[in-house]
């Protein structure tokens, strides 16, 4: 059974028309323990739901290395094949780590329903969001790089484009011209790639008189809930991973003070790395704003290590350094889920006040705990905000008069 590609065809986008349903399977090395894979897993069923699978079952295996043939060893591979059928409505296996072209057509062979790994199942999803031309060439090229090594065993024919009389070399292999095919639409993304980039250029210099702020954070954290709540304007939001994959550009005015706040895709744990180039020249908004609002999901139990996720992605784009404020979003879901009920409000306000030393004494910067959905602190937000952009002023225009 062969995995079937249709590379340009723009018809139908994502892997999912309807309802599917999906076997998880991570495996527990001395790299990532039983907890981590298991957070892994959580994330990974959070994936699947947003491209529109169910997960039915988990699996998870204690391995030293992946099996170089089919990820998972022979016993483990057999239990899931034997579930899968008997349980007819499942149509795919993901899996938590990439898999080679090979090992996806050996567990093809065995399992008999479709095999996805997590980059794929992300490369998926951001092909099914892509709204804008430029988000749409930087999925399509991400898809290409991380297609190309995987040809062998992925698919067995590449659909031609370029036509079939003298396309190819006397004797030359049918892998060869696939190669070759998916080479030449790479360069001519990355061609169209650097076209946009240019006019994206030009009207990041239009805006230059502005102090620019950039809303940056873990993928469903409450961005874009937050960017409709300071700019009063209609962003796109909802409860999915990659809600937005476009950066969004509001003019906010506070008092008689304006900058220009974006809204960026979110950042995730093993992002698969082509994604990662292809949409830098997005996250350039990031890299040229005066000020970072890093926003947190402060009720997720693994906050921590989403900030180091970001972080380091801020890091691999020279903007660790800027000035930036935490917003600790949530506060209302984490009060729900972390305060007895039997707290009264001065000693819930006590934890919180604590709390929020600890985190500020951490991560050397200001914070702010708020509720974007329920506008909670937001004025406190504001008030913030506000004294962290006059500082970008006056430092731009020292000797200016001051309007705001």
Known sequence: MSQDWDIGKKSKKGIVAKKEYAVLIGIITMHQNEGMVTEYLDELQFLA??????????????????????????????????????????TMAIFDDDLSGKQVSNIEEILKVKILDRSMLILDIFAERAQTAQAKTQVDLAQMQYMLPRLRGMWSHLERQRGGIGMRGPGEKEIETDRRIVRDKIALLKEHLKKIDKQNATQ????????????????????????????????????????????????????????????????????????????????????????????VDMAHPQYEDQINTVNKTLTDLGAIDKPTLFIFNKVDLYKERYFDDLLDT???????????????????????????????????????????????YNIRYPYQTKSW
Do not use: W
């Open 49 to 90: 739901l947003t491209a529109g699978a169910e997960t039915k079952k988990r699996f998870t295996q204690k391995l030293d290395a992946p099996d170089q043939r089919t990820f998972v060893g022979k016993g483990k591979l057999q239990e899931i094949a034997e579930y899968i059928q008997t349980h007819k409505e499942i």
């Open 204 to 295: 990041r210099k239009g805006r230059g008189k502005m102090i620019r702020v950039s809303l940056v954070g873990y993928t469903n954290v409450g961005k874009s809930t937050i960017m409709n709540v300071l700019s009063k304007s209609d962003v796109f939001a909802e409860d999915k991973l990659f809600a937005t994959l476009d950066t969004t550009v509001r003019k906010v005015v506070f008092g008689s003070m304006p900058f220009l706040l974006s809204d960026t895709v979110g950042f995730i744990r093993k992002l698969p790395h082509h994604l990662v180039e292809s949409f830098k020249s997005t996250l350039d908004e990031v890299r040229e704003s005066d000020v970072i609002i890093h926003v």
């Open 346 to 392: 001065a000693t819930r306000e006590e934890l919180l006040i604590e709390l929020k030393s600890r985190l500020t004494n951490t991560y050397e910067h200001d914070i702010v705990f708020v509720s974007a959905l329920k506008k909670e602190n937001i004025q406190e937000l504001r008030a913030v905000m506000q004294k962290k952009i006059e500082v970008q």
